[in-house]
């Protein structure tokens, strides 16, 4: 799962939907990959207003990557700076959890992640 | 044609020989092909976007996103979400490029609001209409996930799902629902009444200008049936004024005897809005 994903990820709980704690869901034992994937600056450039950036900042962190900048750069820093762009590009798109678990901060649910593939499948009574 | 949704739930049809079976059959692979470039036509997506491929399967319909070329607005970036271990299975091996999920449409769509551009859904939400456990109902199920669909929609997004309707209780089933969520919402039929007929449901959120609305995305279609209750009518004979409340509601019952779906009557029917379609 890519980390871009993960930013967007809330947990399915019928009783979280309303609690800010629920995002993002925070990975436990997380086993990283990079990816090679061509970069799509129209993508990002597109995304970037989506993305929680206090949530990104908290994820790039407890994946221990460095610590982002506090504000995002607007659309037009970004369409400026290579750098930026494929940094990014790098964090959001090519890093993967691969194995581990997303547990959720309001109710503590935790969601396997196996070769990628997170399992949101819930109990009915959760629902 | 036999119907697996009848009898069996998707993620136990959908075992790893069936699954297998399904991805490599060059005939599936040609219609799941056409069908999500028709799906693509209708969402008139303009640049790379994000998007949510429900039901997703073993990636037949996701890796046409990825493929998009440039010059044609993609590649696209999608996130898909299948019931079938089995699928997904197949999908890993076959290195497809979206992010893939394990979940259960009917449970909802666990994303924040807004995130995606557009959704997709090739033959699958007619798997909503079935195979429910003694603890949820068919109406209970499309509520979630119409409901989680267009939450997780940005506004002014569209969703296109093409779908195998048992028959028209089953279309009326499914576009109420998503009319009841709040989504503006077209019927689309190619090759009506052959056997080759395929339907789709077109959805917009949000109705900020006529672009936005399913009347302009759908107009001029053939075989197009728009069953938004926006839909400008003819105008009614008799003294009851064209665009009241009164003449709303008439023509919201001579809709529903057709057998058409309608909005849900509410207090704000019948006002002014806004922008008039
Ligand atoms: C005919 S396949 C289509 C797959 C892919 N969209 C394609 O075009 O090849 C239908 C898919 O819907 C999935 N499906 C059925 N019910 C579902 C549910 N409740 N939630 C998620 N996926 C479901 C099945 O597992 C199956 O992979
Ligand atoms: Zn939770």
Redesign the pocket.
């Known amino acids: 799962m890519k980390v871009l994903t993960l930013n967007f990820l809330s947990c399915a709980v019928k009783t979280c939907k309303s609690s800010s704690d629920s995002f993002p869901l925070h990975p436990k034992e997380a086993e990283l990959a990079k990816d090679d994937v061509e970069i799509n600056p129209q993508l990002l450039v597109n995304v970037l207003p989506r993305i929680d950036w206090a949530a990104l900042r908290t994820t790039s962190t407890e994946l221990g990557f460095p610590t982002l900048p506090d504000q995002p750069p607007t659309a037009e820093e970004l369409e400026a700076d290579e750098k930026m762009l494929q940094e990014l590009h790098t964090l959001l798109m090519e890093m993967q959890i691969v194995e581990g678990k997303l547990v959720c901060g309001h109710c503590g649910h935790e969601y396997a992640i196996r070769e990628g593939i997170a399992n949101f499948l819930l109990p009915s009574h959760l629902v | 044609m036999s119907r697996p949704e009848d009898t069996l739930q998707?993620?136990v049809h959908?075992n790893d020989t069936e699954a297998r079976k399904?991805t490599t059959s060059s005939r599936i692979q040609t219609i799941?092909a056409a069908?999500?470039h028709r799906a693509l036509e209708l969402l008139d997506l303009q640049s790379p976007s994000f998007i949510l491929?429900?039901?997703?399967?073993?990636g037949?319909?996701g890796e046409i996103l990825s493929d998009i070329p440039e010059s044609e607005g993609g590649p696209h970036v999608w996130v898909g979400?299948?019931?079938?271990p089995s699928?997904l299975d197949v999908a890993l091996q076959r290195d497809v490029e979206g992010d893939l999920f394990l979940?259960?449409?009917?449970q909802g769509v666990p994303f924040r609001a807004g995130t995606f551009d557009a959704a997709i859904?090739?033959?699958?939400i007619q798997?909503?209409c079935n195979a429910e456990s003694s603890e949820t109902s068919p109406a209970g199920r499309l509520a979630r996930f119409f409901n989680g669909l267009y939450a997780s929609l940005k506004r002014g997004g569209r969703a296109v799902c093409q779908f195998y309707p048992k028959n028209d209780v089953q279309k009326q089933m499914i576009t109420s629902a998503a009319v009841k969520a709040g989504f503006g919402a077209g019927l689309l039929e190619d090759d009506p009444e052959t056997k080759n007929a395929k339907t789709y449901l077109v959805l917009t959120v949000g109705s900020a200008g006529t672009k936005g609305d399913i009347t302009g995305v759908v107009e001029g279609m053939d075989g197009v049936d728009v069953v938004d209750s926006r839909r400008k009518g003819k105008t009614g004979k008799g003294e009851i004024k064209k665009g009241s409340k009164a003449w709303i509601l008439k023509k919201k019952d001579q809709m529903e005897k057709k057998g058409k779906v309608v909005k849900a009557t509410s207090k704000y029917t019948g006002r002014k809005r806004r922008i008039q379609f």
């Open positions: 998707a993620d959908y399904y799941q069908m999500t491929d429900i039901g997703c399967g073993s037949l319909s979400m299948d019931i079938s699928m979940a259960d449409m009917g859904s090739i033959s699958a798997w909503l």
